[in-house]
């Protein structure tokens, strides 16, 4: 199985280094870790210390960024299956082990019984199956306003390859509908390597709170920032 990270060229140096060492830590190799990162130019160099896949891309598509990179770049990884991640998550050294619990010829894996924010495993199949309908939904905001608007139209439609699915997904799921609700010292506490502890400096330090949620059934946690309606979508870390 191969790991997808979504990120974007103005924050994924705050988020690279603890979700990927974290990757790492739960044994997952790091030729099978893809980092596609939006919103950069044709010059844009990224960071890469860990010696992951990180791939520039121009447009911006938040959550779909890394999958409409691999679906329409599959033959460059040629795995059965694949993992979507936002960069905005941590996990745990069990994660690599509960994610790969797939039944053979399953198509496609929601993270929840519910909306799951696009994350879960899509077989090669249905990324082939979907190159046409990935590849329609590039961005690229280029004001704030622009920004915001994308990023509406992506919650209005989220999780819209799982939606197309009706028969797998939901009902197979990876951790249910339960998740326990964390704070970053009790993360402080999980996690002691610098390269994490550096980033609970970061979201101490941030304008957006985030709700930090956790489930032992995958060894998962999410940072979520958009957990309800606002005026406006908190973008960024």
């Known amino acids: 199985m191969k790991y997808i990270i979504s990120s974007n060229i103005n924050y994924y140096e705050n988020t690279y280094k603890p979700l990927v060492t974290s990757l790492i830590d739960s044994g997952i190799e790091t030729e099978d870790i893809i980092m596609v990162v939006g919103g950069c130019t044709e010059d844009s160099l990224l960071k890469n210390v860990l010696g992951i896949n990180i791939i520039p891309v121009l447009y911006n598509s938040f959550d779909l960024t890394g999958l409409i990179y691999v679906a329409e770049n599959s033959e ?23 994610s790969q619990e797939v039944e053979v010829d399953t198509p496609i894996r929601t993270l929840r019984e519910g909306i799951s924010m696009n994350i879960g495993m899509y077989s ?44 797998y997904c939901y009902r197979n ?5 339960h998740s326990d609700i964390l704070t970053v010292p009790e993360l402080r506490d999980r996690f002691k390597k610098d390269a994490y502890q550096e ?39």
Do not use: M
Request: charged residues 20%.
């Open 76 to 98: 460059k990884f040629l795995d059965t299956n694949y993992f979507l991640l936002h960069d905005t998550c941590l996990v745990g050294p069990n994660f690599k082990k509960l």
């Open 124 to 167: 090669l199949q249905t990324l082939n199956e979907n190159i046409e309908n990935l590849s329609k939904l590039k961005y690229y905001p280029q004001t704030p306003e622009e920004l915001q608007q994308v990023k509406e139209l992506f919650v209005i439609n989220e999780d819209i390859i799982f939606k197309l699915y009706g028969d």
């Open 173 to 177: 799921n990876y951790i249910g509908t």
């Open 199 to 237: 980033y609970f400096n970061t979201l101490e330090n941030s304008t957006i709170t985030r709700q930090i949620g956790y489930s032992s059934l995958l060894d998962f946690y999410k940072f979520q920032a958009n957990w309800k309606w606002g005026n406006g979508w908190k973008i960024g870390v």
